[in-house]
């Protein structure tokens, strides 16, 4: 990578460490202006029609959301006669904007869809840090909360579907992720354990298809590569679909616990049943890599012993954890 690229990821961990560590919202915004301001030139490191679109959709968005709170946090320190309830709310759906949640994720798979591998992974696991912090400490009604969960989950489920970029896919997988974890944002321990976890699968699904060079679906038919591992990919898919007992349901088990307990029964009945759809459209991609077969190999024509061992070690962190399950 270009010296450049280092300087603006170093102020990108910098800034967002800014806001974890700031005890005021003026601080906490100025992390995120700085965390924006560091992101868009590593979209633009490709100058192409693509990167400048990507660049674009997220000032856009992300000014907007900036907008939003910056402006709800001056009507609170200028003491305005607006209830703490709308304020709060305002915030919320500011930061919710910024976290590609629904309803307001519509920008998400678009943006995804015009960048590599490198900064979705980026995007989908580092940038989702800092506004879930912010949502954790903020005191709202848990109805606003609720129905941003219901949305996302039902949303990321179906919105994967039809999909035959494999970006978009893993845009709306990390929407259906994002409606688990802030179904327990309130206790930062539980949802940092699901954070990692998800941020851990997400790097070696991205950086698997980035070594690969898929982008899209009909290219798995023509992987060249033996069955071993073409059952550890279906074994790291399988786990980023929350499949037991992969480490991938791991943190999916904590949510239910942690539901069950607080007996929002409904809620969690609901995000169930559609934690099953994204497995289905984990399974398709995996259908197209063991029943078709290409003899045109294009995209993976360096598929060396150093790559098949990257890839083995990499998905060797999606085989079942059956010692974690047992302590917890």
């Not at 976890?197 to 679906?217: D, E, L, R």
């Amino acid at each position: 990578m270009k010296k450049s690229m280092w300087f603006f990821l170093f102020t990108l961990i910098i800034s967002t460490s800014i806001t974890l560590s700031a005890n005021n919202w003026i601080s906490m915004w100025m992390g995120l202006e700085l965390n924006m301001m560091s992101f868009i030139p590593i979209i633009l490191s490709k100058n192409n029609k693509s990167s400048a679109e990507a660049s674009m959709i997220y000032f856009l968005v992300q000014s907007i959301s900036s907008m939003m709170l910056m402006f709800m946090v001056l009507m609170k320190m200028i003491k305005y006669m607006m209830p703490d309830n709308i304020n709060n709310f305002i915030v919320i759906f500011s930061l919710l904007m910024k976290l590609g949640a629904a309803p307001f994720h519509m920008w998400m798979p678009e943006m995804l869809s015009k960048i590599n591998w490198f900064k979705s992974m980026i995007l989908l696991s580092w940038q989702k840090l800092a506004p879930l912090m912010m949502i954790s400490n903020i005191n709202i009604n848990n109805s606003v909360i609720n129905i941003s969960i219901m949305l996302s989950v039902v949303i990321g489920s179906l919105g994967g579907i039809n999909q035959m970029s494999l970006r978009k896919m893993m845009a709306y997988s990390s929407i259906n992720h994002l409606g688990w974890m802030l179904a327990i944002n309130k206790n930062i321990h539980l949802w940092m354990i699901y954070f990692t976890v998800y941020s851990i699968m997400i790097m070696i699904m991205c950086q698997t298809f980035n070594k690969m060079k898929i982008y899209f679906i009909n290219q798995m038919s023509s992987l060249n590569m033996n069955n071993t591992m073409k059952i550890m990919l279906f074994i790291m898919m399988m786990s980023m679909g929350g499949m037991p007992p992969f480490i991938g349901f791991l943190p999916k088990w904590i949510v239910i616990q942690s539901m069950m307990n607080s007996e929002e029964m409904f809620l969690i009945m609901m995000m169930i049943m559609f934690s099953l759809i994204p497995l289905m459209f984990y399974i398709r991609v995996m259908t197209n890599m063991f029943m078709l077969q290409n003899s045109t190999i294009k995209w993976f024509q360096n598929c060396n012993m150093k790559m098949n061992m990257f890839i083995i070690m990499s998905m060797n962190m999606s085989l079942p954890m059956i010692m974690i399950m047992d302590v917890l």
